[in-house]
């Protein structure tokens, strides 16, 4: 029996690092059913396996328990949801404020699931070097947003290399989840950051402003500084799961932060009387955006379509 780490997932093979840094190919023994939850993947990247050798194959035949993990719905219509990467050490969402655009709503998604796991986020803002004053302005409106929160902002340019040793250096030493929707420069800016992997990287539609999927699996790759990067397919929509609604404001650091001060215990922030995050977007300490993604993930059906 030996132990190891899953560094690609394929769907039906999976790629696993042992204890002494030997590469093995493996597939999995049985069915997995992992903390009852119906996902499509039952082992992804980032978790700890014991393998052993059956028939002249290597066979996955325990999962070790998860420190953490983020999920997401599988796709618009599926009740399944996908394990997107565990274990991780930290996540950072890339943003693009146009070519493609990123939306408030997908970024708040993303940020409330990483909250509900307790996997602290970074923002990185990338392909500055495009940007005309309009999308800088936006730009510094979003910045402000999330860093008053608490969340760490990178600006970079992954094309040009801009800020790119700040990026290393939040990097170092753990395990880093990248995600964010194709064509944000996912790909392009771990090239950069890890010369040698040659990730394929893809143009933008300029008929949609979006980008075309190059990641079609999770990986993970080493990093000859320190730490592990793991790239994720690109995501267009960010469904929740898993979360109760009256959980929900939990993972809105401002929102439940200001909650202590309603009426009611009880309170949704929705119809309620001397409601203080009401009166807090309205004076604008809580950011109106933030609030409308609050709102659109506690009232949205759980077979709705997951948004973008």
Known sequence: MKEGLIIKS?????????????????????????????????????????FQEENEANVIVKIHDRKNYIIRKSSNLSKHSQIIAANIDQAFLIVTVNYPLTTTTFIDRFLAAAEAYRIPVNLIFNKIDRYRPNDLTRLGELKFTYEKIGYKCFEISAKQGTHLDIIREALKGKINLLSGHSGVGK???????????????????????????????????????????????????????DMEKEEMSHFFPEIFKTSAN??????????????????????????????ESYLGMIMEDENSKYRI
Not at 34 to 45: E, K
Not at 197 to 211: C, P, R
Not at 262 to 289: D, L, M, R, S
Request: hydrophobic share 30%; net charge neutral.
């Open 10 to 50: 394929t769907g039906s093979w999976y790629t696993v690092k042992s204890n002494d840094g030997v590469i093995h190919n493996c597939r999995i023994k049985g069915r997995f059913r992992m903390d009852g939850i119906r996902t499509t993947n039952p082992i992804s990247v980032g978790d700890k396996v014991d």
């Open 187 to 241: 790909s392009t800016l771990i090239n950069a950051i890890q010369p040698g992997l040659d990730l394929k990287t893809g143009e933008i539609s300029e008929a949609h402003s979006q980008g075309k999927h190059t990641t079609t699996f999770s990986e993970m790759f080493e990093l000859d500084f320190g730490g592990y990067i793991i790239d994720t397919p690109g995501i267009r929509g960010f469904g929740t799961i």
């Open 262 to 291: 309603c009426q009611f215990n009880n309170c949704t922030h929705v119809h309620e009387p001397k409601c203080a995050v009401k009166a807090a977007v309205e004076i604008g300490e809580i950011c109106i955006t933030r609030y």
